[in-house]
Protein backbone atom coordinates (compact mmCIF):
# COMPACT_ATOMS: atom_id res chain seq x y z
CA UNK A 1 0.00 0.00 0.00
CA UNK A 2 1.23 3.56 -0.55
CA UNK A 3 0.32 6.04 1.93
CA UNK A 4 -0.45 9.16 1.11
CA UNK A 5 -0.04 12.31 2.00
CA UNK A 6 -3.05 14.12 3.82
CA UNK A 7 -4.20 17.49 2.97
CA UNK A 8 -4.21 19.56 5.96
CA UNK A 9 -6.82 22.26 5.65
CA UNK A 10 -6.46 25.87 7.49
CA UNK A 11 -2.72 25.50 7.86
CA UNK A 12 -2.58 29.29 6.04
CA UNK A 13 -0.84 31.73 8.16
CA UNK A 14 -2.85 33.98 10.32
CA UNK A 15 -3.44 37.45 9.36
CA UNK A 16 -3.24 39.82 12.35
CA UNK A 17 -5.74 41.81 13.14
CA UNK A 18 -4.00 45.37 14.29
CA UNK A 19 -4.79 48.67 12.04
CA UNK A 20 -1.66 49.45 9.98
CA UNK A 21 -0.14 52.82 10.93
CA UNK A 22 0.63 54.95 8.14
CA UNK A 23 3.94 56.11 7.79
CA UNK A 24 3.48 60.11 7.36
CA UNK A 25 4.71 62.71 9.86
CA UNK A 26 1.91 64.09 11.71
CA UNK A 27 2.13 68.20 11.59
CA UNK A 28 2.03 70.60 14.52
CA UNK A 29 -0.89 72.14 15.57
CA UNK A 30 0.65 75.38 16.31
CA UNK A 31 0.40 78.18 14.23
CA UNK A 32 3.49 80.08 12.96
CA UNK A 33 3.49 83.23 13.65
CA UNK A 34 6.18 84.27 11.22
CA UNK A 35 9.36 83.50 9.76
CA UNK A 36 11.02 86.15 10.54
CA UNK A 37 14.30 86.14 13.02
CA UNK A 38 13.48 87.45 16.54
CA UNK A 39 16.33 89.77 17.86
CA UNK A 40 17.05 89.78 20.77
CA UNK A 41 17.57 92.80 23.24
CA UNK A 42 19.97 91.48 25.60
CA UNK A 43 23.79 92.01 25.08
CA UNK A 44 26.22 88.75 24.89
CA UNK A 45 28.03 87.15 27.61
CA UNK A 46 31.21 88.49 25.62
CA UNK A 47 30.22 92.20 26.60
CA UNK A 48 29.53 91.81 29.76
CA UNK A 49 30.88 94.21 31.81
CA UNK A 50 32.93 93.07 34.73
CA UNK A 51 30.69 93.85 38.29
CA UNK A 52 32.56 94.80 41.36
CA UNK A 53 31.17 94.86 44.66
CA UNK A 54 29.08 97.71 46.09
CA UNK A 55 29.86 97.26 49.61
CA UNK A 56 33.30 96.17 51.47
CA UNK A 57 34.08 93.90 54.04
CA UNK A 58 34.02 97.04 56.85
CA UNK A 59 30.28 97.52 55.66
CA UNK A 60 29.60 93.57 56.35
CA UNK A 61 31.14 93.03 59.93
CA UNK A 62 29.46 96.11 61.22
CA UNK A 63 26.02 95.01 59.70
CA UNK A 64 26.64 92.15 61.16
CA UNK A 65 27.36 93.20 64.38
CA UNK A 66 24.12 95.46 64.47
CA UNK A 67 22.21 92.82 63.42
CA UNK A 68 23.60 90.42 66.81
CA UNK A 69 22.70 93.67 69.02
CA UNK A 70 19.38 93.95 67.41
CA UNK A 71 18.44 90.40 67.92
CA UNK A 72 19.64 90.82 71.63
CA UNK A 73 17.99 93.69 72.45
CA UNK A 74 21.14 95.77 72.74
CA UNK A 75 20.64 98.24 69.48
CA UNK A 76 19.29 101.65 70.10
CA UNK A 77 18.68 104.00 67.48
CA UNK A 78 21.37 107.05 67.86
CA UNK A 79 19.04 110.25 69.05
CA UNK A 80 16.29 108.94 70.90
CA UNK A 81 17.55 105.94 72.88
CA UNK A 82 14.97 103.58 71.89
CA UNK A 83 15.18 99.57 71.37
CA UNK A 84 15.41 98.84 67.11
CA UNK A 85 13.17 96.17 66.32
CA UNK A 86 13.15 97.03 62.54
CA UNK A 87 15.40 94.66 60.84
CA UNK A 88 15.84 97.52 58.12
CA UNK A 89 16.99 99.62 60.85
CA UNK A 90 19.37 97.77 61.98
CA UNK A 91 21.43 97.28 58.57
CA UNK A 92 20.75 100.97 58.36
CA UNK A 93 22.51 101.82 61.32
CA UNK A 94 25.36 98.95 60.50
CA UNK A 95 25.87 100.90 57.03
CA UNK A 96 25.77 104.46 58.66
CA UNK A 97 28.85 103.48 61.25
CA UNK A 98 30.89 101.99 58.19
CA UNK A 99 30.03 105.30 56.14
CA UNK A 100 31.60 107.06 59.07
CA UNK A 101 34.56 105.02 59.87
CA UNK A 102 35.33 105.31 55.82
CA UNK A 103 34.53 101.52 54.34
CA UNK A 104 33.03 101.47 50.73
CA UNK A 105 29.37 101.73 51.18
CA UNK A 106 27.63 103.41 48.17
CA UNK A 107 26.22 106.89 49.08
CA UNK A 108 22.61 107.20 50.44
CA UNK A 109 19.60 107.29 48.52
CA UNK A 110 17.89 110.82 49.57
CA UNK A 111 14.47 111.06 49.75
CA UNK A 112 12.24 113.94 49.18
CA UNK A 113 13.13 117.16 47.13
CA UNK A 114 16.06 116.24 44.81
CA UNK A 115 19.31 117.87 44.46
CA UNK A 116 19.24 121.31 42.27
Do not use: D, F, N
Not at 16 to 32: F, I, M, P, Q
Not at 61 to 80: D, I, N, Q, T, W
Not at 99 to 115: C, D, F, I, L, N
Amino acid sequence: MVARKKKTTGTRKKTSTRKKTSTRKKTSTRKKTSTRKKTSTRKKSGARKKATRKYGAKAGKKVKRAMHEMKHGELKSGRSGKKVTSRKQAIAIGLSEARAEGGKVPSRKRSGSTKK
